[in-house]
């Protein structure tokens, strides 16, 4: 027996040339490609929140959506928590997708106390360990909602009132322990209201060591408890604060550094986070794997024109395809998966829009692999590499790097061989063409 939200229970592969609005033309779970299944290259997730939670408030106006769950519909908090699990649940499975996501504040109503609030959460736990097992869908990450409630406001870990550390920090034990309990292959930290509004009330020192002694406590309490999970930060420059100390990847991982936590810690890149701090995607996601800390990513796309945080779903195969060929170079996921952290516009107001929403941003995710396979496969890109840093093989150009050489020794090179290097094209647009041949 389903809810009958949905208009259909099972989206299927029907291939290229299908005209059903609700089919899956790339994404086919079950295609090998690399001796791997697709969705297994892939691991989708669903992000609770937006589909489930969010009712379509902007800042300039309330809801819009009109979902059976919903406060205006139901006044018993737990039994709309759980008609709400159910939605969810006839979501994922329609779609295929092997994974879902959610803060505590996403499936649980909020308590008096925090009591009651942990309490409304163990009582969903148990709800959404029922649906995993029918279901067979599994959690890629749980996380802690530390940013909406206004008891959150000056931050979570970087609160000036010691009382707001110590209230994060048992919110986050209690959203581990329900990650574990579900067998989630993740946790996440996404700082909200971690950073400032204004540098005039701010102590940017104590704020830091904070939200180090909160991060070292996640890590003690991850190995204390046996969780096996990767623990990941997801950097985000603003929104909704207007400096938010996880500023990007290279923030994160010199933050790491300072606690000691480069090995603990891996990062969860998000699309439209990147464009806000004035990257792309794929820079974030190189920029990770180089420094050894990529762990997972949410997917999604940001509007170029507002320079909101949009969480549009993703229609763009070549940018989608670059982040994915820098993901299967460095090996592809472990722990990590494609978690759509994508919310409709506030004016798609049905059922069907969700699934078409996800459906069309899985047909993006499975094009933009399968271009990002090819690229791999013919080697283009990274024999272009080769020839442009080839001159580093040689052992006297090595001997700049190892310690061998000083200054002096350089500069004795320089004089006695008459260097006089000769730039080289950077192909640029060679190589922009060979990329389009495989998008
Ligand atoms: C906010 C955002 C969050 C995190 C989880 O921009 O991306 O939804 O992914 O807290
Ligand atoms: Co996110």
């Not at 959460?121 to 959690?139: A, H, I, N, R, W």
């Not at 670059?322 to 759509?340: D, P, R, S």
């Not at 516009?345 to 059922?351: A, G, K, N, V």
Request: hydrophobic share 35%; glycine share 10%; charged share 25%.
């Amino acid at each position: 027996m389903t809810t009958g939200f949905f208009p259909t229970e099972k989206i299927a592969f029907e291939g290229e040339d299908s005209n059903n609005p609700l089919a899956f033309r790339h994404y086919n779970a079950e295609e090998v490609i690399d001796g791997k299944r697709m969705e297994d290259h892939l691991r989708f997730a669903c992000a609770y929140w937006h589909s489930f939670a969010w009712q379509g408030e902007d800042p300039f106006g309330g809801q819009t959506f009109d979902r059976p769950w919903f406060p205006d519909r139901m006044s018993d908090e737990m039994a709309a928590a759980r008609l709400k699990a159910d939605v969810a649940f006839e979501m994922f499975t329609a779609l295929g997708v092997p994974y879902f996501c959610f803060h505590d504040a996403d499936v649980r109503p909020e308590g008096t106390d925090f009591r009651e609030s942990s309490r409304n959460l163990e009582e969903m736990v148990e709800v959404l360990e029922q649906k995993m097992s029918e279901t067979g869908v599994k959690l890629l990450w749980g996380t802690a909602n530390l940013f909406s409630h206004r008891r959150f406001m000056a931050g979570a870990s970087t609160n000036p009132d010691p009382d707001v550390f110590a209230y994060s920090a048992a919110t986050i034990k209690s959203c581990m322990d329900a990650t574990f309990k579900l067998g989630g292959e993740n946790y996440v930290l996404w700082g909200g209201r971690e950073g400032y509004e204004t540098l005039l009330n701010t102590d940017l020192a104590r704020e830091d060591q904070q939200m180090g002694r909160m991060l070292n406590l996640v890590v003690d309490y991850k190995h204390k408890i046996g969780f096996k999970g990767t623990i990941l930060v997801e950097p985000k420059p603003q929104e909704p604060t207007k400096h938010q100390y996880d500023f990007d990847v290279s923030t994160v991982y010199g933050f790491l550094k300072r606690h000691g936590l480069e090995n603990e810690v891996k990062v969860n890149i998000e699309q439209g986070h990147a464009i806000l701090a004035g990257h792309t995607f794929e820079h974030e996601i190189a920029t990770a794997t180089a420094l050894g800390i990529f762990g997972s990513i949410d997917m999604n796309r940001n509007d170029y024109q507002s320079g909101w945080d949009t969480d549009q779903f993703p229609n763009n195969t070549p940018e989608v395809g670059l982040a994915y060929y820098h993901i299967l170079k460095a090996g592809g996921f472990t722990t990590g998966g494609t978690n759509f952290d994508a919310k409709l516009r506030r004016q798609s107001l049905d059922p069907q829009d969700l699934l078409a929403g996800h459906a069309g941003a899985m047909d993006v995710c499975a094009r933009g692999l399968k271009a990002a396979f090819r690229m791999l496969e013919d080697g283009g890109l990274q024999k272009a590499l080769d020839d442009r840093y080839g001159g580093w093989q040689d052992s006297e150009a090595q001997n700049m790097l190892n310690g061998k050489m000083d200054l002096d020794a350089i500069s004795d090179k320089v004089l006695s061989r008459d260097l006089n290097p000769q730039p080289r094209s950077g192909q640029q647009e060679l190589l922009e063409n060979y990329v389009n041949r495989f998008m």
